[in-house]
């Protein structure tokens, strides 16, 4: 690969990560923020030509040409699979420099995963001492495990993975360092679609009255406005005006002497059911409460879409929710409920649940 073509490689790589930076407003990619140290997806100052050379020099290397145009083009550490990137002169030994320049000039000698097999483990214990020889450190994947860069060996250019820590040995795991973060924006992009999918959920509902489903787009439409000129009202009473008598029958307004007769006598019927019978019983259910169901649209910031006829008496909810998703917000299902619907079909952007989801399980 000419200079050219490396300083080309390397800021497409630098463009799909702005582009990933650009879609992931929240950094919910792995490794961009949460517990410990975290990229934030930002990326070191790059290197001069000198300052690699230097290093090279120091530690009688030549680095994979990927690299060095990474380092050159792109930044000296951050953003990167795990929690990021290393930077160059913190990825060899510490010990005054003297077993990294040994180890680094030190050809690694293996070229297929060795020491998941116990048989195996002589083959890296004589060697291993938190770095192999002819490996640079690369990215912390948590829990011990990390991926190296070969620079002395027959592989020198690829990258592996070291999973000593849980006796899995060590892998390879690209054929270099381009393909390494490559695939990493590949794999970051698709988790961040599948969890856009997720998000995007729908309920298919029975409805049978037009006149009922034209009541249920009055509140509909306006939960939308004020979710979108910058939330729920506070006043849930906003919103009770909105349904009629016979919506109002689905939620319990109980007093407070009511609310704790029931729950003593769940609690009761809590320590008399065995532990494993206890999910699903009807009896241990919570009633439906209005305010409940308003915080729930509310703290979820849900954001409703389209809610059309789709068939012979059936209308579909589209709506989008930003948190995590793992079943279809309950809110939004006694939304649907409350004006007498009955629940035909959840899914998301991935497709149909394999089941309906049953309000009785």
Not at 86 to 108: H, I, K, M, N, Q
Not at 231 to 251: I, M, N, R, T
Not at 294 to 308: D, M, S, T, Y
Request: aromatic share 14%; with cysteine.
């Amino acid at each position: 690969m000419t200079e050219g073509q490396g300083e080309k490689a390397a800021g497409s790589l630098k463009r799909r990560l702005d582009l990933l930076i650009k879609q992931d407003p929240e950094m919910e990619t792995f490794g961009a923020s949460g517990y410990g140290e975290c990229h934030q997806f930002q990326l070191g100052e790059p290197l001069t030509e000198e300052a690699i050379a230097e290093f090279e020099a120091s530690y009688a290397v030549r680095l994979p040409e990927e690299y060095r145009d990474f380092l050159k083009y792109v930044g000296n550490g951050g953003a990167a699979p795990g929690y990021g990137l290393e930077p160059l002169f913190s990825a060899v030994p510490t010990d005054g420099g003297r077993r990294g320049r040994r180890y680094l000039s030190t050809p690694f000698k293996h070229t297929q995963a060795v020491g998941s097999d116990p048989k195996q483990e002589h083959l890296l214990e004589a060697e291993y001492e938190g770095y192999f020889p002819g490996c640079l450190y690369l990215a912390d994947h948590g829990c011990g495990i990390h991926d190296f860069l070969i620079v002395s060996g027959p592989c020198r250019g690829q990258v592996w993975t070291d999973g000593t820590c849980d006796d899995h040995g060590v892998w390879p795991t690209s054929l270099n360092f381009n393909s390494w973060y490559s695939d990493w924006l590949d794999q970051s992009f698709l988790q961040l679609y599948s969890k856009k999918l997720a998000r995007s959920q729908y309920v298919q509902f029975a409805a049978p009255s037009p006149e009922r489903f034209g009541q249920f787009l009055t509140i509909l439409d306006r939960l939308k406005a004020d979710e979108r000129s910058g939330g729920l009202e506070v006043d849930d009473s906003v919103y009770l005006a909105y349904f009629d008598e016979k919506a109002k029958e689905y939620f319990w307004f109980p007093s407070e002497t009511e609310r704790r007769l029931w729950n003593e006598r769940r609690g009761a019927i809590w320590n008399a059911t065995p532990p494993e019978k206890r999910w699903g019983n009807p009896a241990l259910e919570f009633p439906k409460e209005f305010p409940h169901m308003i915080a729930g649209l509310r703290n979820a910031k849900i954001q409703f879409g389209e809610c059309v006829m789709i068939g012979d008496e059936q209308a579909k909810l589209s709506y989008f929710e930003p948190g995590n998703v793992f079943w279809p917000a309950e809110s939004v299902l006694s939304l649907v409920e409350s004006f007498g619907f009955t629940l035909l079909k959840t899914g998301d952007g991935r497709g149909p649940r394999p089941e309906p989801r049953s309000r009785n399980d």
